[in-house]
């Protein structure tokens, strides 16, 4: 979509957003849906540029795919093991979909993924995992070419950290491998149990997910089952609402997220001074003054603070009394946002090899307007965020980034009073 976004913030805001389905969550379930025999169905998928492109990626790879209402259909066998250098180079879920294909079909060729820019991001632990379950990886220039001449096996892995994304792989290579693979030191985060509970319903035996060690008990030679399926809410989507009401001031309610999937986020902000009610599937954040600075945070894997939620809870914190850092222990480039943030006028300074943000509240003073640039995606948000409590017009460009996991920011926070809206270049129009 792109275009730019103008905002016009210190005003208040007040209302209810709905939560929409999360994009790490719907990504690992589109590339699942090569491992099923069957038609998948994805209820209420979010329109994203990522969803877009992975199912673009899926009828590269030879099956049907595309939308019905607000749902995401997902029919066909593959036959193509080859996916466009293009779409995959675009994105990082892209690496999600090397495994399934291998299963079915022996062979998967791709390329290095791409995506936002807030640090490395390697491949290694998928590959790993992979050749450990019997596949064998070559490079042909700027392609990976993933072969299994014997078919994939169970095994015993061990990854080096628990990422979430390969851990994704290992559940989906396993799932049609020959025999038991346990994986140990496995990531925790609600969107593995997700993709876990969606490969179990369609026929698939894994324990564990959500844990530190998952088993899970191939199939090989017997696709999976279709299934219709409804993602779980976006807990990132939910943090980026609460802390654009804790910006702005007001009342915001998040429904249809329930809170313990972002509570690192909620008890920051109750730390910093908002009013916090918890429902079973919703949150109401209230603020009205000025907020506080709450010392040291760090990010970490699941249960810690989201590495993607740290831009978005700094942005909520520039006008706070005192002092916060935040160290980022994921990424070393996730405060790209740190020049945005001065620029509207927050006191800020990015250390320890780009790790760390310290921010120097204004002590309840208004930042002002300024334009901005996305640099990546939850730094995109988090501009937008941070020009919520900026007096004057904002203008953010680079939205491209922002739209790979908004469902139409600009859209859910002019649901609750904000001044924002999207411009779109005149040949975008045509």
């Given amino acids: 979509m ?33 491992l099923c025999g069957g038609p998948v169905r994805l209820r209420g998928a979010p329109r994203l540029s990522d969803v877009e492109g992975c ?21 066909g066998q593959p036959s193509c093991c080859r996916l466009p250098g293009g779409e995959a180079g675009r994105m990082r879920a892209s690496v999600l979909f090397a495994a399934p294909l291998l299963a079915r079909l022996g062979r998967a060729e791709t390329v290095l993924p791409g995506g936002c820019r807030i640090g490395s991001r390697p491949v290694d632990w998928h590959l790993a995992a992979l050749e450990a379950m019997g596949a064998e990886a070559a490079f042909a220039g700027q392609r990976l070419i993933l072969t299994a001449p014997a078919g994939l096996h169970g095994a015993a892995v061990r990854l080096p950290g628990p990422s979430v994304g390969a851990t994704e792989t ?7 491998a020959r025999g038991r693979t346990v994986l140990q030191n496995a990531a925790k985060e609600p969107e593995i149990a997700d993709l876990a509970r969606f490969l179990n319903g369609c026929g698939a035996a894994i324990r564990g997910a959500g844990s530190g060690e998952i088993v899970i008990e191939g199939r090989a030679g017997r696709p999976l089952r279709g299934a219709s399926y409804a993602p779980m809410p976006d807990r990132i989507c939910a943090s980026t609402l609460v802390c654009a009401a804790a910006a702005a001031r007001g009342c915001v309610t998040a429904a249809g997220c329930a809170p313990g999937l972002y509570a690192p986020v909620l008890d920051i902000l109750e730390q910093a001074g908002c009013r916090v009610l918890r429902g079973a599937d919703s949150v109401t954040i209230g603020c009205a003054g000025p907020l506080r600075g709450v010392g040291r945070l760090v990010t970490g894997g699941y249960p810690a603070l989201a590495t993607d939620a740290a831009p978005l809870v700094a942005a909520a914190l520039l ?9 980022d222990r994921v990424f070393e480039a996730r405060f790209g946002c740190a020049g945005g943030f ?22 309840g003073g208004a930042l002002r307007g300024a334009a901005l640039a996305a640099g990546d995606l939850r730094g995109g948000a988090a501009l937008a965020v941070a020009a919520l409590a900026a007096e004057g017009e904002s203008r953010i460009t680079g939205c491209g980034y922002i739209d790979r996991g908004y469902p139409g920011l600009e859209a859910m926070l002019a649901a609750v009073g904000a001044q924002i809206c999207r411009e779109m270049p005149p040949q975008a129009l045509d």
């Fill in 2 to 34: 792109g275009g730019m976004i103008k905002v016009r913030g210190a005003r208040p805001l007040y209302g209810t957003v709905r939560v929409p389905a999360a994009k790490n969550s719907v990504l690992p379930l589109l590339a699942a849906s090569l």
């Fill in 55 to 75: 199912l673009a990626l899926l009828r590269a790879a030879g099956c049907a795919a595309g939308w019905d209402g607000g749902d995401v259909v997902v029919s």
């Fill in 170 to 176: 290992v559940l989906l290579a396993g799932c049609a």
């Fill in 319 to 327: 006008t706070a009394r005192g002092q916060t850092v935040i160290e």
């Fill in 342 to 363: 001065a620029a509207l006028g927050a006191h800020v300074r990015v250390e320890a090899g780009g790790r760390e943000l310290w921010i120097e509240g204004t002590g």
